[in-house]
C-alpha cells in the first residue's frame, strides 16, 4: 500500500477510535445518579419532670338509706297513731300508738317477748332494759345487770311514771326495740288496724350511696378515703368511704362476683330517698415524683425499662406507678429535666 493509503487508513481507524470513546463518554455522563438515602424520622423528645401522679375512677352507685328493717307489734289491740314516712326513731321516744297508748323505742338486738314485772327474772331481755333505763337516767346498779331485781323495778316504774305510761313494769307491745337511730323508710298498716304484725320499715337515719364493686376493685379501696359523689343533678358532693364488704356476691344469673362498697356524703346531695349517682374515686395518689409518658420506656430484652437518650444511649430506670398515661421512674441518672426519646 502506498504511504498516502496507509495515512488515510490510520486516520479513519482513529476517527472511529475518537468516535466510540465519545460515544462511551456520552453514555457514561448520562448515567442516572444512585438514590440519595432516605431522612431518618425526626425523634419526638420530653423532660423527665416532677409531678404528682393521681389515678381517678367514675363508678356507678344507688343513693338510699341502706337496707330495711320491718318493724312488728307483739301487743294486742287497735293501731290509733302512725309515723309518717322520714320521720326519725329515738330511744325512749312514741313510735306510734295502739289504743292510744305510746309505744316507745328501746336501743338493743333482743326483742321484749315476756312482761318484765317482777324480780328474779333472769335473760338478755333484762339487762337490755336496764342499759337503756341508764341511758335514759335512771339507772339501776346491780352486781347482776342481767337479773331483775327491786332497783331495776323501781327505776322502770319512776320512767313510766314520768312518761305517763300506763300499767306495771314493761310488756312487749308497750316497746319495740331498734338497733339504734332510725328512720321510717314506709308505712305499711293503717290507723284502725289490728296491732299485731309488721305496721311499718325503717332504714338507716342517714343518706348512703352503695356502689357494686369487683373483688380486685374493692381490694383498692379502704375505709376512710374520700370520694365525690355526683348527683342526678350534676352537683359534687365530698363523701367518704365508711365500709367495704367482706364477702363477694354473685347474681342470679351467673354474674361475676362483687363487693359491696358504702360511701357516706358529708352532707344531703339529693332530695330522693333513692336515686342513681356516680362517684369518683381516687384509687392512686403519689405527690413529687419522677415521671415521663409510658410510651418514653423501652423494654430491655433482658427484663426491666430503660430510657432512651437523644443521642441513643439508654439509662435504666425503675418504674413505679402508672396513672393517667404517665409512668414512675426512678434510677441513677435520672433527674428532674432529662430529655429522653418518646414515641407518640
Do not use: C
Not at 290509733?80 to 313510735?95: A, C
Not at 305499711?188 to 342517714?206: F, I, K, M, N, R
Amino acid at each position: 500500500m502506498a504511504p498516502e493509503s496507509l495515512l488515510r487508513a490510520a486516520g479513519a481507524v482513529a476517527a472511529v477510535t475518537l468516535v466510540a470513546a465519545g460515544a462511551t463518554l456520552a453514555v457514561r455522563g448520562h448515567r442516572p445518579a444512585p438514590p440519595a438515602p432516605q431522612a431518618d424520622p425526626t425523634m419526638t423528645t420530653i423532660e423527665v419532670r416532677t409531678m404528682d401522679l393521681t389515678d381517678e375512677r367514675t363508678v356507678n352507685g344507688t343513693l338510699g338509706f341502706g337496707p330495711a328493717r320491718v318493724v312488728k307489734s307483739t301487743g294486742t289491740g287497735v293501731i290509733t297513731q302512725l309515723p309518717g314516712v322520714g320521720r326519725k326513731t329515738s330511744r325512749g321516744k312514741e313510735l306510734y300508738r295502739v289504743d292510744d297508748q305510746p309505744v316507745v323505742v328501746l336501743y338493743g338486738d333482743t326483742p321484749l317477748f315476756r312482761p318484765l314485772d317482777k324480780a328474779g327474772l333472769t335473760g338478755r331481755d333484762v339487762l337490755e332494759v336496764r342499759q337503756n333505763l341508764t341511758a335514759l337516767g335512771y339507772p339501776a346498779r346491780s352486781l347482776h345487770p342481767e337479773v331483775s331485781d327491786t332497783g331495776l323495778l323501781a327505776a322502770l316504774e319512776q320512767w313510766r311514771k314520768d312518761h305517763d305510761l300506763s300499767g306495771p313494769g314493761l310488756t312487749p307491745g308497750a316497746a319495740v326495740v331498734l338497733p339504734g337511730p332510725s328512720r321510717v323508710s314506709q308505712v305499711t298498716a293503717q290507723v284502725g288496724d289490728p296491732a299485731e304484725g309488721p305496721l311499718l320499715s325503717v332504714t338507716a337515719t342517714e343518706a348512703a350511696v352503695t356502689v357494686s364493686m369487683s373483688p380486685a376493685d374493692a381490694a383498692s379501696v379502704h375505709t376512710g378515703t374520700k370520694v365525690a359523689v355526683i348527683a342526678p343533678s350534676g352537683t359534687s358532693a365530698p363523701a367518704k368511704i365508711t365500709a367495704v364488704g367482706r364477702a363477694a356476691t354473685t347474681g342470679d344469673s351467673g354474674e361475676p362476683a362483687k363487693v359491696d362498697v358504702t360511701i357516706t356524703p358529708d352532707k344531703p346531695i339529693s332530695a330522693y330517698d333513692a336515686a342513681a349517682v356516680q362517684v369518683r374515686i381516687t384509687t392512686l395518689a403519689r405527690k413529687g415524683v419522677l415521671a415521663v409518658p409510658v410510651g418514653a420506656l423501652v423494654a430491655l430484652a433482658e427484663g426491666g425499662y430503660a430510657l432512651q437518650r437523644p443521642d441513643g444511649t439508654l439509662v435504666a430506670v425503675k418504674t413505679g406507678v402508672f396513672a393517667g398515661g404517665m409512668v414512675q421512674v426512678s434510677g441513677p441518672g435520672v433527674t428532674d429535666g432529662l430529655t429522653v426519646v418518646s414515641t407518640p
